[in-house]
T-cell receptor, first 110, second 114 residues
């Protein structure tokens, strides 16, 4: 059975204080690992897709990296508007569906 | 990115009535659509996967007679909550995916059953 664990569960940062979010996964035949951002009361917003170990993707203050067992979402000099819940979802060969982690809720204080 | 529209964004219904939620992919053809349920401060719980023109595949523990899913076209899937009860109150979210690509999510529907 595919499994995903995200840590920490919650992260509070000061504006400008860089940090990383972790996503550890076990899936059969990784087809891709997806990162999403979710604001309260809204559907998740797509951020990145990573397909193979060593791959990196960047978007503004966010950078996602992937190894064979985990993915990191690095946040550089975050701003209050980066506050959200970040979800990772690896997709294996199990019926093509993604397994979502419980998310990391990031709060960035000004 | 691709756009997925979900309607309505919120609905209040009386216990015992049925509610239909629509999920449309606006600028792409979705070979697969997913329906999730999300409780406060919890992650997404997959309810079912639907492929256009075929019956939905429900996750274990999800009542298929209560949560009717129809994927009538490559751009539209509907979820009907039948004979709704207060315990069905939740945030329902759909996502749509093209073959081989990432999934994009709708805005979600807040269902309140009174």
């Amino acid at each position: 059975e595919d499994q995903v664990t995200q840590s920490p569960e919650a992260l509070r940062l000061q504006e400008g204080e860089s940090s990383s979010l972790n996503c550890s996964y076990t899936v059969s035949g990784l087809r891709g690992l997806f990162w999403y951002r979710q604001d309260p009361g809204k559907g998740p917003e797509f951020l990145f897709t990573l397909y193979s170990a060593g791959e990196e993707k960047e978007k503004e203050r966010l950078k996602a990296t992937l190894t064979k067992k985990e993915s990191f979402l690095h946040i550089t000099a975050p701003k209050p508007e980066d506050s959200a819940t970040y979800l990772c979802a690896p997709r294996g060969t199990n019926a093509g569906k993604s397994t979502f982690g419980d998310g990391t809720t990031l709060t960035v204080k000004p | 990115g691709a756009v997925v529209s979900q309607h309505p964004s919120w609905v209040i219904c009386k216990s015992g009535t049925s509610v239909k939620i629509e999920c449309r992919s606006l600028d792409f053809q979705a070979t697969t659509m997913f329906w999730y349920r999300q409780f406060p401060k919890q992650s997404l719980m997959l309810m079912a996967t639907s492929n256009e023109g075929s019956k939905a595949t429900y996750e274990q523990g999800v009542e298929k007679d209560k949560f009717l899913i129809n994927h009538a076209s490559l751009t539209l899937s509907t979820l009907t909550v039948t004979s709704a009860h207060p315990e069905d109150s939740s945030f329902y979210i759909c996502s749509a995916r093209r073959q081989g690509y990432e999934a994009f999510f709708g805005q979600g529907t807040r269902l309140t059953v009174v």
